[in-house]
């Protein structure tokens, strides 16, 4: 925000801009509605407001979506590209509006960059105390659609190859166990067949039945698990890659509407 403001001073400083109303031509308005547009917000951001006080109340829809509202209190000191709203009382008229530089400022002070302060004067920098002022919109800054649906996606991807190795990993748990299985049932069916042909040595067979019976079960509990998880896995797999041509489809979106000049 501060290197976009510089930029802005850099290009207006000393200027009449003009951007709304060419009737009423060069007015602290018309200063504050071209350095929205560097915000990219719309020409109409104001629309239906008259005067330079009413942008802090009644405001417009669009102001109060894009901009903080920071009460004029005995703490507070405006930030680079804040928009600074003066009451009615400044003039008895229109009030007024400027942009905070965030220099040489401070609870007692603040500079600011306006014009038409005094009535007729080029866009120029001023100092301030806070008297008859409301407030300040500071802008809420937002991420370019773009970047943020690209950065979406990228971690989409990333979850999604997660997820194809935990796929995978869980493949071969699946593979083995599925082995250990089959060698558990033969040492089971063999431990069995000795506690009935060798009855003199029933006792320890039985032992070794139940040891490899819980084995077996063992084993059992962890394939079922595993099936369990790969199961999850896919599920989260296939809505991951869902979201992801969903993205891909909003990407696409977002960039159709940039083309035409609609704020995404």
């Known amino acids: 925000m501060e ?34 547009l560097e915000l990219g917000l719309p020409l109409s951001i104001f629309s239906g407001l008259l005067y330079a006080y009413q942008i802090w109340s009644p405001s417009t829809s ?34 007024h509006v400027g942009i905070a530089t965030g220099l040489f400022s401070d609870t007692n002070k603040f500079q600011c960059f306006e014009q038409n302060d005094p009535t007729g004067s080029n866009s120029h920098l001023k100092d301030y105390n806070y008297n008859h ?48 299985l089959t060698k558990v049932r033969e040492e089971l069916a063999k431990s069995s067949a000795e506690a009935i042909d060798y009855k003199g040595k029933y006792e320890s067979a039985d032992k070794l039945r139940d040891k490899w019976l819980g084995l077996y079960n063992q084993v ?21 890659l869902n979201k992801g041509e969903l993205t891909w489809g909003e990407l696409i979106l977002k960039i159709w509407n940039k083309i035409k000049g609609v704020k995404i």
């Open 3 to 36: 290197n976009k403001f510089k930029s802005f001073l850099v290009e207006y400083n000393g200027t009449y801009v003009e951007a709304i109303d060419h009737s009423n031509w060069a007015q602290c308005f018309d200063l504050v509605v071209q350095w929205c």
């Open 62 to 95: 669009v102001c109060a979506n894009n901009f903080e509202y920071i009460l004029n209190t005995p703490e507070a000191v405006p930030q680079a590209g804040d928009i600074v709203v003066w009451a009615k009382s400044f003039n008895g008229t229109a009030g």
């Open 133 to 180: 002022v409301l407030g300040w919109l500071r802008y809420k800054e937002q991420n370019d659609p773009l970047t943020e649906c690209l950065t979406q996606h990228t971690k989409l991807v990333t979850e999604c190859d997660l997820l194809k190795k935990q796929l995978t990993e869980k493949d071969t748990v699946i593979s083995n166990t599925q082995l250990e």
């Open 220 to 240: 059992k509990d962890n394939y079922d698990s595993c099936v369990k998880d790969r199961t999850t896995f896919q599920k989260q797999l296939t809505e991951c």
